[in-house]
């Protein structure tokens, strides 16, 4: 068979020079060594074995990079849908009429799920800036009829309600050590502490006295469940996992 003595590779037979060097080509076998370089040849990659002398190096983005192209397209997203909402009410109605209570509300989803991408490393600084601008955008909502109706009685207390059962547990989840079931656990006696400050809101406001009803059946459930996955998580879990308990 003809080939090039330099590049080791087969060629036709009407080839009298190898396609890649230029180099002249004999004919006979084909010997292969497991590194031969000849003077004056030029020394291509070898891919039959999967290895690279110099394997090429991929550098991943930065978790800040990411973050900043995360807000980046969610702020394009948001910017879209704020203009074509704008521009759905002055077609229709041509005025602004609707769009501003649904750009308040694309406003603060904004906040919301953005900030914590922009400060991250600094949660204190995210509950300072959310902390004020969500009770503030919700007054905006209700002045925008031209007098304030439902923000001191209903928006404002169940805003700051909201905002203190967050808080709560993100600080027991954050200091907590080991993170398993106990978050699912500190998450459900926030949901429960959420419904009866709701359920107390509202019946201050309707009847002026206290009657809770809903919500104590939502303790009732969320409340041994919490336990329940506590001591999964302090006794159980930390001497056996799942897989082995249930033997799955």
Known sequence: MRHCPYCLVIVRETDERCPLCGKAT??????RTEAQHLPGSTEYPSFRSGKEKHPVQIDEPEPKLNSIIAVELISVFFGIALIVTVLANLFAEHRLSWSLYAGLGILMLWLVICIPLILKKYPWI???VLGPSIPLLIF???VLDGHISWYLNYGLPITILVEFCITLAALFIGISRR???NVFAILLLAA???CVGLEGIIDLNLYNRLSLDWSV???FVCIPMGGL???LHYRIMKKASLRKLFRL
């Open 192 to 194: 429960s502490l959420l």
């Open 179 to 181: 993170k398993g079931l």
């Open 26 to 31: 004999v004919e006979g076998e084909l010997q």
């Open 140 to 142: 905006v909502l209700d």
């Open 217 to 219: 059946i939502v303790s």
């Open 126 to 128: 995210i509950f300072a």
């Open 229 to 231: 996955l506590f001591y």
